[in-house]
């Protein structure tokens, strides 16, 4: 499987705008009247991701994301459509967000994620999935397929081929 450089059918990628005064900055990370009904959040949680720590790649079968990243730390963002009906499909992006530039992207089902911490501090992600974490009462199964446990996945694969470029 080779992936190629291109934009992801259904991902939301947005640059915040910072509302800064005396007191200091205030961004608006989703509002449900600019945000499609798809990513409606069910829960929303916040993670702390250590420098060079990279989190995932893993994909959902039915949950949906919006992750932020408005900083403390910065991030290097990619995605693959891993979707076989998607007309991007074997598409991948590459974004990065956090404190030098905030701003979020929602990750449609199927879509294969992961982020790195790219700085010297730890990073902080905030996520609002469409979906309750194992569900109602935390009585299902975790909606996540974790390609970080198979070494010899494509998308891992894909990173290291593509981080030995460009040392």
């Excluded at 910072?18 to 499609?36: Q, Y």
Aim: aromatic share 12%; proline share 8%; net charge negative.
């Amino acid at each position: 499987m080779e992936f190629r450089k291109g934009s992801i059918e259904g991902v939301e990628v947005r640059s915040y705008r910072k509302f800064i005064d005396e007191r200091g900055w205030l961004a608006e990370l989703f509002r449900h009247d600019e945000l499609p009904a798809e990513f409606h959040p069910a829960m929303a949680y916040v993670s702390v991701t250590l420098p060079g720590v990279l989190r995932g790649p893993h994909e959902h079968v039915d949950q949906a994301d919006l992750f932020c990243w408005v900083g403390p730390g910065d991030f290097k963002v990619t995605l693959w459509d891993n979707r076989k009906e998607s007309p991007t499909y074997l598409n991948r992006m590459e974004l990065f967000f956090g404190t030098n530039h905030p701003g979020s992207v929602a990750v449609p089902r199927g879509v294969v994620h992961c982020y790195r911490c790219v700085s010297q501090e730890p990073g902080w992600v905030f996520n609002a999935p469409n979906r309750l974490f194992m569900g109602p009462g935390r009585k299902e199964a975790v909606d996540e397929i974790r390609h970080e446990d198979d070494p010899e996945n494509p998308f891992v694969r894909d990173e290291r081929a593509r981080r030995s470029l460009t040392r």
